[in-house]
């Protein structure tokens, strides 16, 4: 059982990235998914979830309006497409998955994690 987080990059205030993660060995579409990012010497922060049964989408105020949370299941991944990205969007982004789950940004309501992709947003 492995998710694997992968899309990071650097790139200029006002771009664009697409985060993957992608699941091996189980089905994504039993877990709600959620990304979390992490700035050195910060707590990890919820950025977007979606949820396991209705695919149900819930976003940070800071993300609301640029970033978009979809499944596609036929990859059995979750991508997060981000655009307009803002240097504060700098950080390591991991995603998580949380069997039979609503999609919320409580850490410990996850089953897994996948390793962290960096994202550096310069200004």
């Known amino acids: 059982v492995q998710l694997q987080a992968s899309g990071g990059g650097l790139v200029q205030a006002g771009g664009s990235l697409r985060l993957s993660c992608a699941g091996s060995?189980?089905?994504?579409?039993?877990?709600?998914i959620g990304w979390f990012r992490q700035v050195t010497e910060k707590e990890r922060e919820g950025v977007s979830f979606?949820?396991?049964?209705?695919?149900?989408?819930y976003y940070a105020d800071s993300v609301k309006g640029r970033f978009t949370i979809s499944r596609d299941k036929a990859k059995n991944t979750v991508y997060l497409q981000m655009n307009s990205l803002k240097p504060e969007d700098t950080g390591v982004y991991y995603c998580?998955?949380?069997?039979?789950?609503?999609?919320?940004?409580?850490?410990?309501?996850?089953?897994?994690w996948g390793q962290g992709t960096l994202v550096t947003v310069s200004s």
């Open positions: 060995g189980f089905n994504l579409d039993y877990y709600a």
């Open positions: 998580a998955a949380d069997l039979y789950g609503l999609g919320t940004p409580k850490e410990s309501e996850y089953d897994y």
């Open positions: 979606i949820s396991s049964r209705s695919d149900s989408t």
